[in-house]
């Protein structure tokens, strides 16, 4: 079935260096996208979202850039700090469910070398 | 900042025993959504709630899993009898309706069904 995923499992990146997080969707009636941060023994956080109308979007070092032409989505964090060490999501709200609820993409294991 | 609580934090039983597991929404969120992680499956929408309606419970195991809402601040989850395959992390959501509302999430129920 249609779904949210995602490229790499698991991504390790030096202290101080860019990360970039990627994810796939199949679904083009998604309208809505959102990354999650999810750290052991708590529940997703929220980080950033973006919405179909708009291709980019900036947070605190934090970027998502959606590219709907080929259905790809990616957060970017800058000069990545080992208390980004998590798990990261990426979900998706699809319209033509006429569900708000959200499908989770498997998710991405960032490493944080000091 | 406010915060979904969701008590228990950790719970252990005996399969054939009743859980309940509770949630409280942030105040003013009048949507409320039952995921449930499990390595092998990642993130899974089990119920949803609008207004203290159920909206969607596809996702939940309808012998012998129930889900309520007695009021605004409390939102339940019960299995009965529970069952080994049980065993997850269950997280409590809420959001605001509307479109492009991100899900706020708890810290989640361990569940262990021994």
């Known amino acids: 079935g249609e779904s949210v995923g995602l490229h790499l499992p698991t991504l390790s990146v030096q202290e101080g260096d860019n990360s970039i997080i990627n994810c796939a969707y199949s679904?083009?009636?998604?309208?809505?996208f959102i990354w999650y941060k999810q750290e052991s023994g708590k529940g997703p956080q929220f980080i950033i979202d973006?919405?179909?109308?708009?291709d980019k979007r900036q947070g605190q070092r934090v970027t998502v850039l959606l590219n709907k032409t080929v259905k790809h989505l990616s957060l970017q964090i800058a000069a990545t700090q080992p208390g980004d060490s998590a798990v990261y999501f990426c979900a998706e709200n699809r319209m033509d469910t006429g569900r708000r609820a959200l499908t989770f993409g498997s998710g991405t294991r960032l490493q944080v070398q000091p | 900042d406010a915060r979904v609580t969701q008590t228990p934090r950790h719970k252990v039983t005996e399969m054939g025993q009743e859980v309940t597991m509770r949630c409280q929404p942030i105040?003013?969120?009048?949507?409320v959504f039952w995921y449930r992680q499990t390595m092998m499956q990642g993130l899974e929408l089990l119920a949803y709630f609008r207004n203290r309606a159920p909206l969607d419970d596809s996702g939940m195991p309808k012998d012998r899993f129930s889900a309520e809402m007695p009021d605004a601040t409390l939102a339940t989850l019960k299995i009965q009898p529970s069952e080994p395959r049980d065993s997850a992390v269950y997280f409590c959501?809420?959001?605001?309706?509307?479109?492009?509302?991100?899900?706020?999430f708890g810290d989640g129920t361990r569940l262990s069904i021994l």
């Open positions: 973006i919405r179909s109308n708009m």
């Open positions: 959501a809420s959001g605001l309706e509307g479109l492009n509302q991100p899900q706020h």
């Open positions: 105040l003013g969120h009048n949507t």
């Open positions: 679904n083009s009636a998604s309208d809505y």
